[in-house]
């Protein structure tokens, strides 16, 4: 069983919930306009990981034959078949039955709009076959979490979660770009479209660093539009943009070996250093 646990587990990458959960929970820190109860917490929380689960097993399942010869993945729990078709299956139906009835249970605008997110976590993995930008479709959804927990929280969509919703989409969308360079030649070879495969390498680095500075910029904003951000959060703001240069450092054109440490390493002190500032900023102000 705990063997099991563990493919499950490698199945959705559960690790690179560091990414978008500390996020999360800034976005609530910022929009919430009392303190949340334990309850609400919780759904949030529990929303965010059974979407995220959600999205993972729909890539899983739809990429599954091409996982399969790609090198990089061939190994992976469902592509080597440690994880069958019908437990990738069962996971998408209980997660998306889960993401819904929390949604319901934290209010009836989060139930109205839960289909949104499941179409888009549907269509991500399957942009790849029909558009050349299926990394925006990816920052689209992480764009709806500052917005979804507005609307769990607030019942409403403020100017603050949306300014914080374009910052992580396109942080998203642009390591997304260069996690996709490792499949560049694959992709090519496959027929499959992403940034990288229109735009060369180099177009494709060039593009990442542009969705990253619309990142910063959208933060900046959301600082000045504020009234409850201080200079903890400007600090904080310039150095996640330190990060970024640095995450972008490591990525050359003929020098990819660095990809996974920019990826992972780098995008996650980005996530848990966003959280730490406002939490700062929030006590302190």
Same mark, same amino acid.
């Given at each position: ?14 690790? &690179? ?18 303190? %949340? ?40 729990? &469902?592509?080597?078949?440690? $994880? ?32 949104? $997110? ?6 991500? %993995? ?8 299926? &990394? ?17 929280? @607030? ?16 942080? $998203? ?74 995450? &972008? ?10 990809? @996974? ?21 929030? $006590?302190?102000?």
């Amino acid at each position: 069983m705990l063997k099991k646990l563990k493919y499950y587990a490698d199945l959705i990458k559960f690790e &690179h919930t560091i990414f978008a959960l500390p996020f999360a929970l800034a976005s609530l820190v910022i929009l919430m306009k009392k303190t %949340p109860t334990l309850k609400e917490l919780f759904l949030i929380v529990l929303a965010l990981v059974s979407a995220r689960t959600l999205g993972m097993a729909f890539n899983r399942y739809l990429d599954k034959k091409f996982d399969a010869v790609n090198p990089r993945t061939m190994n992976w729990p &469902h592509a080597s078949g440690l $994880v069958k078709d019908g437990e990738i299956k069962l996971i998408i139906f209980l997660s998306a039955l889960g993401f819904i009835i929390v949604c319901a249970l934290l209010n009836r605008l989060a139930l109205y709009l839960s289909p949104l $997110v499941i179409i888009l976590l549907f269509l991500y %993995p399957l942009a790849k076959r029909f558009i050349y930008y299926p &990394h925006l479709i990816l920052g689209l959804v992480y764009f709806l979490i500052p917005v979804a927990v507005d609307v769990a929280l @607030n019942e409403n969509i403020s100017i603050e979660a949306l300014i914080l919703g374009i910052g992580m989409g396109f942080w $998203v969308s642009g390591f997304d770009i260069l996690y996709s360079l490792q499949d560049y030649e694959f992709d090519l070879k496959m027929g499959l479209k992403s940034i990288p495969v229109r735009f060369g390498i180099k177009g494709a680095l060039r593009m990442a660093r542009l969705f990253h500075l619309i990142t910063f910029l959208a933060l900046f904003c959301l600082g000045l539009l504020s009234k409850e951000l201080g200079w903890i959060y400007f600090l904080g703001l310039f150095l996640i943009s330190l990060f970024l240069v640095y995450e &972008h450092s490591l990525i050359r054109e003929k020098d990819l070996s660095k990809i @996974n440490k920019a990826f992972f390493t780098v995008n996650g002190f980005i996530s848990i250093i966003f959280f730490i500032i406002i939490l700062l900023d929030k $006590v302190f102000f």
